[in-house]
Structures are given as structure tokens and as C-alpha cells.
């Protein structure tokens, strides 16, 4: 069957959109991947001990990597994450006398956002990668190693420690994702149900800009949740993407925080860093600012000031183990509704 996006293509758009990296020839670099290894596998211990989720499946591998590095892996992970859309595209394609040019245009659009993106990672714990390949390329912590050390060097920060935060971040999602039996599943439905019932016709496309148009003319962003995916989905899809906002609301504010407690005694400058970053993310202006709502990555940002306040609240009414309720099965996970409105997720868990 046709595949309805170039994928070589946009490997070699996201490489050449990545730009040059001078920290990748710093003769700090060969630091990263020993300090990694070293300091991951103290992280996993730390958050293990601070939340209670250990990994059913052994330890964290650390792997540090360039931009290409990282593209190369992602180009697997949007492959699977947009198989429920592309295998219906795909023949569509087939009976269309321009499927070269559509999968070209489609390549060069991802090839544009995965390079972007590229730029700005800093960690990644992927559990997007497809079905069939290699156990060796799979459940891996990455960290991208030319856009640690231009922070470090930027911001005077001290590398051990700041190194250590980084993976302390990225173990939470794997403790979240590989300790809780049911979360990688359920996660990955939902993004399935999400993308599986879009009807690839361009019609639902223009009916998307035709409501933008809407809301900017009642003062609103029509960018502001999910992106450009939010403007194609029918009220179905709705539904469903505000699980998925909810649930990654509560991994990325529960990921801060963790972040932040477990390497309390170990990282002095944790405030600063955090303080930095959060900066770093506001300060986007312009073109760029545009791409992080195109792709939803301003829905992204949210969810971490989101799921932080729900977790300051929820503890705050009853400790880390009313909020391990949340662990406890995929009807306990909180809605988008209930993460802006903790109370209302409280009385529901305590059946009151």
C-alpha cells in the first residue's frame, strides 16, 4: 500500500531543519553518555523511592544522541503514531494522480516539525515506537546531547546536577508508563481511538478553519487546545483528545514534581532550572510561536502548569496516597474538566 507520507523525505527535511550543532564537536560531549548511564540509574532508585513506581521491565537504558539521532528515532515513533490515519489515506493515494506530490508535501511537513523540535528537546522517554522493531530500539531514555550542553553552557549550570534533573524527569515517565501494568495500553488507545476515527477528507479541513475563524472572532485562540489536529476533529474526537489532555496533564505535572522532590538533597540549583526552562518555554515569539500551537505544543506547555496545580491540590487535601488513586485503574484517571477543577476529581475518587 501507498504510504501516504514520504518518511525518507522527512527524515532528510528534519535533519537539514535541525542546523548545525558547535556543541557537537565540544570536547565535553564525551562526558554525557557515562554521566547518563550513571546518573539514570540513580534517578530510577530516587523516584522509585519518592512515588512508589518501580519499572516492571528492568533498568532504564540511557542513550545520549545529536539531533539526526534523535530524528532517526522519531520518524519511528510519528510512523506509528499516524498509522491509524496514513493506512486510510493510503488508498485514497492509490487512486489519486498526484499521490507523489501529497506524500512529498506531507513529508516535507513533518520533516519541518520533527527538526523544530529537535532543536529544543533536551530528554525523551519513548513508548511510541512501532510494534515491529528491534528490542535493542526500544523503552531507551534518550537525551540529546548537543542541546544539554548549550544550556549548561548558556546558564552556567552545573552539569552534574542539572544532568541528574534532566533524568530524573524522564525516569518518571518511564516508572509511569512501564511501573503502572495498564498505562502504556491505555495511553496508546486513546491515541488510537483519537486519530482512527479522523476522516482524512479534506472537507473536515476546511470546516476546521471555518470554526478558527469563529473563535477568533469571538476573542478566542482557536489554537489553544491540541493544535491543528483540534481544528479536523468532530465532537467524537473531542471527547476523546480531552482524555488524553487530562491524562498527560497529570504525567507531566506528576513528572515535575517528582523531578523536583526525589532530587531535593541532590540538586541545590533544582529551583533555578526550573525557573529557566519555564522562561525558556514562555519566551517562544513569532514564527516559532505559531509552530508550538500549530502542533500542539502550547496545549503541551499547559499541561505542566496544569497538572502541577492538580497535584499541589490533591495532596494538599489528602497526601501522595489519595492522588496514587489515580494509578489505580483508567476509570480513576482525571478528566480535562477534573484537572482544572481538583475538588471535583476528589469527591469523585472518595465516592462522595
Known amino acids: 500500500m501507498t504510504e501516504a507520507v514520504s518518511w525518507d523525505l522527512a527524515e ?134 548537543p542541546n544539554v550542553l548549550s544550556l549548561e553552557k548558556r546558564f552556567s549550570f552545573p552539569p552534574r546536577q542539572f544532568r541528574l534533573w534532566l533524568a530524573l524527569h524522564e525516569v518518571t515517565h518511564r516508572a509511569q508508563f512501564t511501573g503502572i501494568p495498564w498505562m502504556r495500553a491505555h495511553f496508546l488507545s486513546l491515541v488510537d481511538q483519537t486519530l482512527g476515527a479522523m476522516d482524512p477528507d479534506p472537507r473536515r479541513f476546511l470546516e476546521g478553519l471555518r470554526r478558527a475563524a469563529d473563535q477568533v472572532r469571538t476573542g478566542r485562540n482557536p489554537l489553544s487546545d491540541g493544535g491543528l489536529l483540534g481544528l479536523v476533529m468532530g465532537t467524537e474526537q473531542h471527547a476523546v483528545l480531552g482524555k488524553v489532555q487530562g491524562l ?70 489528602g497526601g501522595p496516597e489519595l492522588l496514587g488513586l489515580a494509578w489505580r485503574a483508567p476509570e480513576a484517571l482525571p478528566s480535562l474538566d477534573e484537572i482544572r477543577d481538583p475538588p471535583s476529581w476528589v469527591h469523585r475518587v472518595r465516592g462522595r
Open 248 to 317: 498527560m496533564s497529570l504525567l507531566e505535572g506528576h513528572g515535575d514534581v517528582t523531578m523536583d522532590r526525589a532530587g531535593a538533597a541532590r540538586i541545590p540549583s533544582a529551583d533555578r532550572f526550573s525557573r529557566v526552562l519555564r522562561d525558556r518555554r514562555r519566551q517562544v515569539r513569532g514564527p516559532a510561536r505559531l509552530l508550538q500551537q500549530l502542533i500542539g505544543l502550547e496545549a503541551k506547555m499547559r499541561q505542566y502548569e496544569d497538572g502541577e496545580r492538580f497535584v499541589a491540590a490533591v495532596e494538599s487535601a
Open 12 to 145: 532528510r527535511v528534519a535533519v537539514r531543519v535541525a542546523g548545525r550543532e558547535p556543541f557537537a564537536e565540544s570536547y565535553h560531549y564525551s562526558s554525557l553518555q557515562p554521566d547518563f548511564e550513571e546518573l539514570t540509574v540513580e534517578a530510577e532508585e530516587l523516584v522509585a523511592r519518592a512515588t512508589g513506581l518501580r519499572s516492571l521491565a528492568g533498568p532504564a537504558r540511557a542513550r545520549v544522541t545529536d539531533r539526526p539521532g534523535w530524528v532517526r528515532a522519531n520518524v519511528a515513533s510519528f510512523q506509528r503514531l499516524l498509522r491509524p490515519v496514513t493506512e486510510r489515506l493510503g488508498p485514497r493515494l492509490l487512486a489519486s494522480p498526484i499521490a507523489p506530490v501529497s506524500r512529498a508535501a506531507a513529508g516535507v511537513q513533518v520533516g519541518t516539525v520533527l527538526g523544530w523540535m529537535s532543536t529544543r528537546v533536551l530528554g525523551q522517554y519513548d513508548l511510541l515506537l512501532a510494534e515491529d522493531e528491534r528490542i535493542e530500539e526500544q523503552d531507551i531514555v534518550y537525551y540529546v546531547g
